[in-house]
């Protein structure tokens, strides 16, 4: 079974994927910044802008209760989270590129000193209060801090690469991120015991429900699917396998 990770093991994932995140953006050229994604309807500079809001609002909690009040006026046919979602984009991608990226490494430091400090109380709040919609493995505000926070911007990284032709380098934080979508995979799965192997830039093998039948794929293909971002053939044993990103 993959264990939860601790506080500190979660905060120290989220500052190494924010430094990933900064180093790649940080090679983008005029032309990159247009680019579709993956994230339907969204630009590489779209995807940064509502990067760049997650962690303004992080350090920022008024920004974040102003934006999802006035988001669900101008969206009010949207769930919450993508109403808000769609606001921060509203907001931050009109700025010129040069702004847009010192906004966000303005902001990363603060909200990593906020998560830091959120007390247990806040930990232990419902997500719900904020976001109904989509229902998640865990409803607590420590899950979105722990988990989602790092899972959300490392797959904006990985739309990024792919948008853009660059690199997508991995390390030991990129495979704690890949290991915590498996837990949740794990903890709702309900099809046949497999025994999973990853293989290209994120390897490993893990068991969902028993060590059953062997099952090869892609690291990031898998990723990419199970976010709903396609990538396995309709026959694969996942092709139904979604988890909340």
Same mark, same amino acid.
């Given at each position: 079974?993959?264990a ?25 050229n005029?032309? /990159?910044?247009s ?5 339907? *309807? ?14 303004e ?20 046919? =949207? &769930? ?7 606001f ?18 303005r902001?990363?430091? $603060?909200?990593?000193r906020a998560i ?6 806040v ?5 719900t &209060? ?5 229902p ?9 801090? #722990? &988990?989602?926070?790092?899972? %959300?911007t490392?797959?904006? =990284? ?7 032709g660059?690199?997508?380098?991995? %390390? %030991? ?8 979508v498996?837990r ?5 799965? @309900?099809?046949? /015991? ?7 830039? &994120? @390897? *490993?093998e893990?068991?969902?429900?028993g ?6 794929? #892609? ?6 699917h ?5 990538? $396995?053939?309709?026959?694969h ?9």
């Amino acid at each position: 079974m993959i264990a939860a990770p601790t506080r500190q093991q979660a905060l120290a994932t989220l500052t190494a994927e924010l430094s990933a995140f900064q180093r790649l953006v940080a090679t983008l050229n005029d032309e /990159d910044w247009s680019r579709p994604t993956a994230s339907a *309807g969204w630009t590489v500079r779209d995807l940064v802008a509502h990067v760049a809001g997650q962690f303004e609002e992080q350090a920022r909690f008024g920004t974040f209760r102003r934006r999802l009040r006035e988001a669900k006026r101008r969206y009010p046919d =949207r &769930i919450a989270l993508d109403a808000h979602n769609q606001f921060q984009i509203d907001e931050l991608a009109g700025r010129p590129t040069a702004e847009l990226t010192a906004h966000l490494a303005r902001h990363v430091p $603060l909200a990593l000193r906020a998560i830091r400090r959120a007390p247990g109380l806040v930990r232990r709040l419902p997500s719900t &209060i904020f976001f109904p919609e989509p229902p998640l493995p865990d409803r607590r505000m420590s899950y979105l801090f #722990d &988990i989602l926070t790092s899972r %959300d911007t490392w797959m904006h =990284r990985l739309e990024i690469a792919d948008a853009t032709g660059r690199p997508f380098t991995v %390390d %030991d934080h990129d495979t704690a991120v890949v290991e915590q979508v498996l837990r949740d995979l794990a903890r709702a799965w @309900t099809g046949p /015991d497999i025994r999973l192997e990853l293989t290209g830039a &994120i @390897t *490993g093998e893990w068991t969902l429900g028993g060590n059953g039948k062997p099952v090869s794929v #892609d690291g990031l293909v898998l990723m990419r699917h199970l976010s709903g971002r396609g990538g $396995l053939e309709p026959d694969h044993p996942l092709s139904d396998a979604r988890v909340v990103f």
